[in-house]
């Protein structure tokens, strides 16, 4: 028999190649993370250097107005804070019930890979789409009138399927032994989705309830297809309220900057203020997600 041995010559001139290969995707991935990273810092510089100046008490606490100098954005604040507090449990109750359902207790078939396979794509509609639905069904046909209940259940219908996908992946990702063990000690299937596999689930479903609220927190183009005005309203002081919000203050304060430039360093403040926001409604949701991870 003849002994066949690799050609040292060819496994080199292969490893070479490899290594090229991985050296240029390498490069080529750290170069579009570089891309992204300088971009973002050079946004946030010019807005922080535009915008830091403008923030002070009187513009945090003060009404809108005519005058730049004198307008604040308490109103589109308190806006915004009233609509979290629609979006979050609609999007949460109605988001995470649905992943429960189609996950746990549908029947597999066609018909529930067609509803899941549908509410993956609602994830990449258009979010102007979103606002003719709301201004359609909630402001028209329900007669709620562009108040922050319609605003809210418009922006929760937008970022439901990213709560449902993600809910369904977390859903999937929890170790089947752990529901076997549950049945196994004569708990029921609503006990063992309660105690066991929601609690084991809870970090992912928070991971894209992060995303979603993070969405639409900056979420534009719906608010205005609903006639939410950025005008010299009364604070809001409930879901029935007219309002405005910090996306759309930061829209209108840009068109008008064309007329009057004071309007550009205002708008610039007022995302400031709304990156602070987020930062702080994600930080308190990361805190719970990671206080779960620790315990399950």
Do not use: C
């Amino acid at each position: 028999m003849t002994t066949k041995y690799m050609d040292a010559e060819l496994v080199g001139k292969r490893m070479s190649s490899r290594v090229r290969k991985n050296t240029g995707w390498k490069g080529l991935f750290f170069a579009s993370t570089l891309f992204g990273l300088v971009v973002l810092a050079v946004l946030l510089i010019r807005i922080f250097t535009q915008g830091i100046e403008y923030i002070n008490i009187d513009f945090l606490m003060n009404h809108l107005s005519t005058d730049a100098s004198r307008a604040g954005i308490m109103g589109a604040i308190l806006g915004t804070a009233w609509l979290m507090v629609v979006v979050i449990p609609v999007t949460m109750v109605i988001g995470v019930g649905t992943a429960i359902y189609l996950e746990l207790y549908a029947k597999k078939g066609k018909l529930q890979s067609f509803i899941a396979t549908n509410i993956s794509n609602l994830a990449g509609v258009p979010s102007i789409v979103y606002g003719l639905l709301g201004l359609t069904l909630f402001v028209r046909a329900l007669e709620f009138g562009n108040v922050i209940l319609a605003g809210g259940l418009t922006l929760a219908l937008l970022v439901l399927p990213i709560v449902i996908v993600a809910a369904q992946e977390a859903l999937r990702a929890v170790p089947g032994n752990l529901s076997e063990a549950s049945y196994g000690m004569g708990a029921t299937k609503w006990q063992t989705v309660r105690r066991i596999i929601l609690p084991a689930a809870l970090p992912g479903i928070l991971t894209g309830a992060i995303l979603a609220l993070s969405r639409a927190i900056g979420e534009t183009a719906p608010l205005t297809v609903l006639g939410i005005p950025a005008l010299l309203i009364p604070f809001p002081e409930g879901i029935f309220d007219t309002f405005t919000a910090l996306p759309m203050q930061i829209y209108y304060w840009t068109i008008d900057a064309s007329l009057v430039a004071e309007y550009a360093n205002l708008a610039a403040a007022t995302i400031i203020v709304l990156l602070v926001l987020l930062f702080l409604l994600n930080s308190i949701a990361i805190l719970i997600r990671n206080k779960f991870q620790q315990r399950y």
